[in-house]
């Protein structure tokens, strides 16, 4: 195995106090661990990221049922397409996530965590959820073209469409009523007119390089334009939210590791950052649908299995991680190939676009955040569940900020 070249931390590896999972809703590997809805499971690394990486294995998860009805004669969703459609759309939107992308949103990203961290020394103290939705949903915004916006408060509209409650699991019962409908449609309404079409008008009359300029250069329709626009809320904008208040949370109630993480070099915050997405990763279950006979571990599946991939107990895998693999160590030794989120970014062609945007914004935000020694927690968030995209949702975490240290200005 290769030697990791960064240094022991000063708290040493794992951290005292046994920093653990805060979220974790599944057991290490276990026969026991039944599939709420029935289906096969893959809990090891290796069966996870075999799925993952399997071409004939598509999407079955995020309501893919729906997204993908070949009646509605629409393109699908990036999320969902396979093949060739699937290749030419990721190599045409790589452009906006490459390092040298992600480097040029960074003024922006600063001047935006200034101003909420303005907000919060002004105000005293704030709900930290209530800012990572804010930069979340600003940072992904500026890559698909949302900011064209007629009236202030996108990230209150998308949320109210992403917290219905819908369960995204293969064959899940949809839980509809009447008023949930007309809850849901009219969140995803308010979103298309007050959003999503203002953009698209804009971006008719100067195309710009983002998503939305794209989409419509390939005759993309309004209706297709809001679908690939929901993708991204709820892939990239509330994953990002989730995430930031769970590093937040974690670094606040562990002095050591935040003292290592604000002091670290860029690449040691990530690989605290990394190391806590493994731990904690936001999504738990990814789905995938086998279109042929299929081995995986020595067990043979026939076509049209369906498999829930347990991204949790892939992430703690000791014979991946090691026999710590339950504890946070951001400089553990890890197989040749493996990465230090493990399969957090999820594996193969549908891999997160927007992995290194992601921590790069954390890690913007959080770091300047926690550089104020006087941050303290007024109320501990409560750890609930989003289906849709089988992930945590953490609420209500506060802080305070004492009036009496002053800001201590920007910091590149
Ligand atoms: C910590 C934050 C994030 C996490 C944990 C996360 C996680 C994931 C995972 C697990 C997948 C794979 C889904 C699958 O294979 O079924 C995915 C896909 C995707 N993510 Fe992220 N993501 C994050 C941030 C972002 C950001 C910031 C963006 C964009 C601004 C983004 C855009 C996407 C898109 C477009 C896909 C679909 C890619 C495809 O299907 O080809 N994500 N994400």
Redesign the pocket.
Same mark, same amino acid.
């Given at each position: 195995m290769p030697q990791s070249n960064l240094p022991t931390p000063a708290s040493g590896c794992p951290f005292s106090g046994k920093t653990e999972s805060l979220t974790r809703r599944y057991d290490r590997l276990s026969d026991e661990n039944t599939d709420p809805a029935g289906l096969t499971q893959a809990q090891t690394y290796e069966s996870v990221r075999q799925l993952?990486k399997d071409d004939e294995a598509p999407?079955a998860?995020?309501l893919a049922k729906f997204a993908t009805d070949p009646t509605r004669g629409m393109h699908p969703p990036?999320?969902y397409?396979q093949g060739d459609e699937?290749t030419e759309m990721?190599r045409a939107t790589a452009r906006y %996530?490459t390092p040298t992308a992600v480097n040029s949103y960074a003024p922006m990203i600063a001047g935006l965590c200034d101003e909420m961290l303005g907000e919060l020394h002004s105000k005293g103290e704030m709900n930290l959820d209530d800012l990572s939705l804010r930069l979340?949903v600003e940072?992904?915004a500026n890559?698909?073209g949302l900011n064209s916006s007629l009236l202030p408060g996108m990230e209150k509209r998308i949320e109210a469409f992403v917290s219905t409650g819908m369960d995204g699991a293969p064959g899940a019962v949809i839980k509809s009523s009447p008023l949930r409908n007309v809850s849901m449609g009219g969140s995803v309404a308010l979103f298309f007119g007050l959003d999503v079409k203002p953009a698209i008008e804009a971006r008719k009359k100067a195309p710009k390089d983002d998503l939305i300029s794209y989409l419509l250069e390939r005759k993309y329709s309004d209706q297709e334009i809001l679908t690939e626009c929901i993708?991204?809320a709820t892939?990239?904008?509330i994953?990002?939210r989730e %995430?930031i208040t769970l590093a937040a949370y974690q670094l606040l109630q562990r002095p050591e590791l935040r003292a290592d993480y604000v002091h670290g070099t860029e690449k040691e915050r990530h690989a605290i950052l990394h190391e806590l997405?493994r731990l904690d990763?936001?999504?738990t279950m990814?789905y995938r649908k086998a279109e042929k006979d299929m081995e995986v571990e020595g067990q043979q599946y026939p076509a049209g299995t369906t498999f829930a991939l347990n991204?949790q107990t892939a992430n703690a895998d000791p014979a991946v991680m090691g026999d710590d693999a339950d504890e946070i160590c951001p400089h553990r030794k890890l197989p040749r190939g493996v990465q230090a989120q493990g399969l957090? %970014?999820?594996d193969?062609?549908?891999?997160?676009?927007?992995?290194f945007?992601?921590i790069k914004e954390?890690d913007m935000f959080l770091r300047r955040l926690l550089m104020w020694n006087d941050l303290e927690i007024v109320r501990h968030p409560t750890i609930g569940s989003n289906e849709i995209v089988k992930g945590y949702e953490l609420r209500g975490l506060r802080v305070r900020l004492s009036r009496q240290q002053n800001n201590q200005g920007a910091i590149a």
């Open positions: 993952l999407q998860g995020f990036v999320l397409m699937h990721r %996530f979340a940072v992904a890559v698909v993708t991204y892939a990239g904008m994953t990002t %995430f997405l990763p936001v999504v990814l991204i957090a %970014f999820g193969g062609a549908h891999r997160c676009p927007g992995a945007l992601a954390s």
